[in-house]
């Protein structure tokens, strides 16, 4: 069983108020697993609520050049407090 003391290290655990008030983060990669697959998985593990949004190249392409993208490359977890986490091993410890 996963308890909240195994929650990936997670600073917030899913039943407290904390997650609740922070709202849902958003994942934004390609539509296959690659780099992202791993954050999704862990997400899920974890208990903790994702949006997943899946790019097509050209959408890529546009955010990258509205510089929406850290490194201007994805995996990218949008927080719901605003702040933007590039690269999954960033993604992963958070």
Same mark, same amino acid.
């Given at each position: 069983?996963?308890?909240?003391?195994?929650?990936?290290?997670?600073?917030?655990?899913?039943?407290?108020?904390?997650? %609740?008030?922070?709202?849902?983060?958003?994942?934004?990669?390609?539509?296959?697993? +690659?780099? &992202?697959? %791993?954050?999704? =998985? !862990?997400? !899920?593990? +974890? +208990? =903790?609520?994702?949006?997943?949004?899946?790019?097509?190249? !050209?959408?890529?392409?546009? =955010?990258?050049?509205? &510089?929406?993208?850290?490194?201007?490359?994805?995996?990218?977890?949008?927080?719901?407090? &605003?702040?933007?986490?590039?690269?999954? +091993? !960033?993604?992963?410890?958070?």
């Amino acid at each position: 069983e996963i308890t909240a003391t195994h929650r990936l290290h997670c600073k917030m655990d899913p039943t407290s108020k904390e997650l %609740s008030e922070a709202g849902v983060a958003e994942l934004k990669y390609f539509d296959f697993p +690659g780099k &992202g697959q %791993s954050i999704r =998985l !862990a997400f !899920a593990l +974890g +208990g =903790l609520p994702l949006k997943d949004t899946r790019l097509s190249q !050209a959408n890529f392409e546009q =955010l990258r050049d509205s &510089g929406e993208l850290p490194f201007g490359q994805l995996p990218v977890l949008h927080l719901a407090e &605003g702040d933007r986490v590039a690269q999954t +091993g !960033a993604i992963l410890r958070l």
